[in-house]
């Protein structure tokens, strides 16, 4: 070990970091060739600092692994949250739509004895249908069929109802779900209530069908009245809004009022 040795011996790191000249760099290769100690010593540091890279190229791989993985979480979470969400909305749309149709949707029949269809011939020919719910309060709706067998009109009139069975708070009142004209009923060879092979014959053609009491004429009346009055003032010809006049109005609900006062017996 001379003076040189640790001239020699500092230069080393700067060498080993490729930091040191040329000059520098021979100057301590050449001198580790021949010195023993140096050279053992400069293997030890060379030895040292290749480690020290390898850690530090490992920490820095780990760490970018790391940042990479802690992304592809993030990244896989919010697909996750997305999915999810979409998911969710299918589901709650699917369930409104399946829950609006089981519910507000008519489509089961209801038996034909549970309710009752009969006519009421009118003096102007036309012929009411008149729908008897037996006091039934279940949320229903009337509904009509015309088919043909063997060459013959059959009219269907008949009443479903959500799958789910809901009830209104009052039992429906009876009342006329159509008027059929004239020109119709001689088309009309039979009139049945309740669809398909379930049914009882209302009427047939030849049959006498009641006359209307004398209410059942005096609402209908009154009732084209109000519609007529209703309709007609509600625009102009050239299809501008009308403002109606107070009279008008008050026609109106007179009409409205006459109308529900009338008790009409086929009705009942
Ligand atoms: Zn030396």
């Known amino acids: 070990m001379t003076d040189n040795c640790n001239i020699i011996r500092d230069l080393m790191p700067l060498v080993i970091d ?27 540091m060379k030895h040292m600092h290749s480690s020290r890279k390898a850690q530090e190229e490992e920490a820095r ?18 697909r996750n ?33 549970e309710y009752g269809v009969t006519l009421s011939e009118l003096k102007d020919g036309w012929v009411s249908v008149n729908i008897d719910y037996y006091g039934s309060s279940l949320v229903c709706g009337v509904d009509f069929e015309k088919v043909q067998e063997d060459g013959r009109n059959i ?17 429906h009142n009876n009342y006329s779900c159509t008027r059929l004209p004239p020109e119709r009923m001689e088309n009309l060879y039979e009139i049945r209530q309740g669809k398909g092979d379930e049914y009882l014959v209302v009427w047939q053609q030849g049959m006498d069908i009641p006359d209307a009491s004398a209410e059942m004429e005096q609402y209908f009346a009154l009732n084209d009245e ?43």
């Not at 780990?62 to 990244?75: E, P």
């Not at 009219?155 to 039992?171: C, D, V």
Request: with cysteine.
């Open 18 to 44: 490729e930091a040191a000249s040329e000059d520098s760099a021979q100057c301590v290769n050449s001198h580790v060739d021949h010195c023993d100690e140096c050279r053992i010593y400069y293997d030890g």
């Open 61 to 78: 791989t780990f760490a970018l692994a790391a940042q990479k993985m802690k992304k592809k979480r993030r990244a896989r979470i919010l």
């Open 81 to 113: 949250i997305v999915i999810g969400m979409l998911i969710g909305c299918v589901l709650a749309y699917g369930g409104l739509l399946g829950w609006s149709h089981l519910t507000m949707d008519y489509t089961q029949l209801i038996y034909y004895g």
């Open 155 to 171: 009219l269907y009139i008949y009443l479903e109802r959500p799958f789910i069975k809901q009830y209104t708070m009052n039992p």
């Open 226 to 268: 109000y519609w007529d009055l209703w309709n007609s003032q509600d625009s102009t010809l050239d299809g501008k809004l009308m403002i109606r006049s107070q009279e008008e109005y008050e026609q109106i609900e007179l009409l409205r009022d006459q109308l529900r006062q009338i008790t009409v017996p086929e009705w009942q």
